[in-house]
């Protein structure tokens, strides 16, 4: 019965750590936030991607390329 268990929860595991590598493309990732933010009826905003290791004020609405690149939104158009 132990065993049964311990190979339900490797199982497990191993599924949700495939589905958690799976990698995002950027502009895929980008695009679908900007959907979200128009169906909502923001206006007036800019959506950037920049690398996960850079500094920014802006808030971070998502990351991608497997926690590589993050997407930041910021109030305002782009200059």
Do not use: R, W
Not at 35 to 52: D, S
């Amino acid at each position: 019965m132990k065993i049964a268990v311990a190979l339900t929860v490797v199982v497990m595991v191993l599924a949700s750590s495939i589905a958690f590598a799976e990698i995002k493309p950027c502009d895929e990732l980008k695009g679908e936030i900007d959907a979200k933010l128009q169906a909502k009826g923001v206006v007036n905003y800019t959506l950037e991607i920049m690398p996960a290791d850079e500094d920014t004020d802006h808030k971070v609405v998502g990351t991608c390329e497997a926690g590589k690149k993050k997407i930041v939104y910021s109030k305002g158009k782009a200059k």
